[in-house]
C-alpha cells in the first residue's frame, strides 16, 4: 500500500472550499431562524456573524492557496500523542453534536467541556470538572441569557 500526502496548495484549497460549501449550508439552516429587532437580537443573529467568519476564513483560504507561488511542500500529518489527542477530539465533537439534542445543552456541553480538559491538559478530574462547569455557565450565559439563542434542553429545564 503506497501512502498519497498532499501539497500545501491542494491543502489550503480544498480546506477553502469545504469551508464556503459549509458557510452556505449554515447559512440556509440559519436562515430559519428568527432575527429579531435592534432591541432583542433573534437567535440568527449569532450564526450570522459565525457564518460571515466562515466565509470570509475560507475565501482567504482559497486566495492564498490560488496567489501564493511558494506552496509545493507536503503537509505533515500528526503522528503519535498528537494524532491521538486530534482523534479524541473528532470524537468529542461527533458524540456532542449527536448527544446535544437529546441530552440538552447543559449535560452535553459540561460533559464535553469537561472532558475536552482533560484531553488537552494534564490536570486532574476535579480540576477538568470545575473547568466545565465554569465553561458551560458561560456559554449559558452569553448564548442564552444575553443572544437568546434557543438551545435543547433534553432533560433538564429551567
Known amino acids: 500500500m503506497t501512502l498519497r500526502g498532499i501539497t500545501k496548495r491542494q491543502g489550503y484549497l480544498w480546506t ?3 469551508g464556503i460549501v459549509l458557510s452556505a449550508g449554515y447559512f440556509a439552516a440559519a436562515a430559519e431562524l428568527p432575527l ?3 432591541d432583542e437580537p433573534g437567535a440568527r443573529l449569532f450564526p450570522i456573524l459565525v457564518d460571515a467568519l466562515l466565509l470570509i476564513a475560507s475565501l482567504a483560504c482559497v486566495r492564498e492557496a490560488l ?3 511558494d506552496m509545493k511542500g507536503k503537509l505533515d500529518f500528526p503522528v503519535g500523542a498528537d494524532a491521538k489527542r486530534l482523534g479524541g477530539l473528532v470524537l468529542l465533537l461527533l458524540a456532542y453534536f449527536c448527544a446535544m439534542p437529546w441530552a440538552g445543552f447543559l449535560l452535553s456541553s459540561l460533559a464535553f467541556a469537561t472532558l475536552l480538559v482533560r484531553l488537552l491538559s494534564a490536570s486532574g478530574w476535579f480540576r477538568c470538572i ?3 462547569v465554569l465553561i458551560t455557565a458561560l456559554t449559558w450565559l452569553f448564548f442564552i441569557y444575553f443572544l437568546k439563542v434557543p438551545m435543547p434542553s433534553g432533560v433538564i429545564y429551567f
Open 130 to 132: 470545575v473547568y466545565g
Open 36 to 38: 429579531g429587532t435592534m
Open 16 to 18: 477553502g472550499l469545504f
Open 67 to 69: 496567489m501564493s507561488p
